[in-house]
T-cell receptor, first 112, second 116 residues
Framework: GEDVEQSLFLSVREGDSSVINCTYT??????LYWYKQEPGAGLQLLTY?????DMKQDQRLTVLLNKKDKHLSLRIADTQTGDSAIYFC????????????FGAGTQVVVTP | DAGVIQSPRHEVTEMGQEVTLRCKPI?????LFWYRQTMMRGLELLIY????????DSGMPEDRFSAKMPNASFSTLKIQPSEPRDSAVYFC??????????????FGNGTRLTVT
């Protein structure tokens, strides 16, 4: 996962917006994913975006992509205590077939 | 859709023993992946299969590790002999067309292995 970088920790108050950042390396034909991992569970797919898109919105989740800087962010609106988890950014290129590159994960802690 | 099913959820064993982890992928998915997760190294891809054939096992740490996929609905990851440094959470994941592009990985809940 060293090719995909994320900050390790984020603390946010309930009701505020969370923004989790990620930088990736391959600018060509890339899909970028966000996964959520709750304690004792596997990784759950949240959303994904193709590199020819700038933004994708899905209910409380907004993904923003800055291709120039190879920067991806996940914004969670109205953060709830149930959003406390580890969030992983992952990159895969269309010619890497199965080689998901995961970041180290960002631990998000939501406080009341 | 039952999701990816892994067993056992927890395994505690003594050093030197053989350990077998099991995985049932989502029906209809033709690619299967084994990952290992530790605090120190994060998520590591060990091996993946497409249509039951191993495609890339370069992530398998050493010869003590082996994986098989005898059919489309079952895979095993075996460690023999096990060592304390093998302690980790092992995840199985499956996807429909090899995990490329918009075919995301679907993960099981993992097997937490502790080798004493």
């Amino acid at each position: 996962g060293e090719d995909v970088e994320q900050s390790l920790f984020l603390s946010v108050r309930e009701g505020d917006s969370s923004v989790i950042n990620c930088t990736y390396t391959d600018s060509s034909s890339t899909y970028l994913y966000w996964y959520k991992q709750e304690p004792g569970a596997g990784l759950q797919l949240l959303t994904y975006i193709f590199s020819n898109m700038d933004m994708k919105q899905d209910q409380r989740l907004t993904v923003l992509l800055n291709k120039k800087d190879k920067h991806l962010s996940l914004r969670i609106a109205d953060t709830q205590t149930g959003d406390s988890a580890i969030y992983f950014c992952a990159e895969v290129t269309t010619d890497s077939w199965g080689k998901f590159q995961f970041g180290a994960g960002t631990q998000v802690v939501v406080t009341p | 859709d039952a999701g990816v099913i892994q067993s056992p959820r927890h395994e505690v064993t003594e050093m030197g023993q053989e350990v077998t982890l099991r995985c049932k992928p989502i029906s209809g998915h033709n690619s299967l992946f084994w990952y290992r997760q530790t605090m120190m190294r994060g998520l590591e891809l060990l091996i993946y299969f497409n249509n039951n054939v191993p495609i890339d096992d370069s992530g398998m740490p050493e010869d003590r590790f082996s994986a098989k996929m005898p059919n489309a609905s079952f895979s095993t990851l075996k460690i023999q002999p096990s060592e304390p440094r093998d302690s980790a959470v092992y995840f199985c994941a499956s996807s429909q067309t090899g995990g490329a592009g918009n075919s995301p990985l679907h993960f099981g809940n993992g097997t937490r292995l502790t080798v004493t």
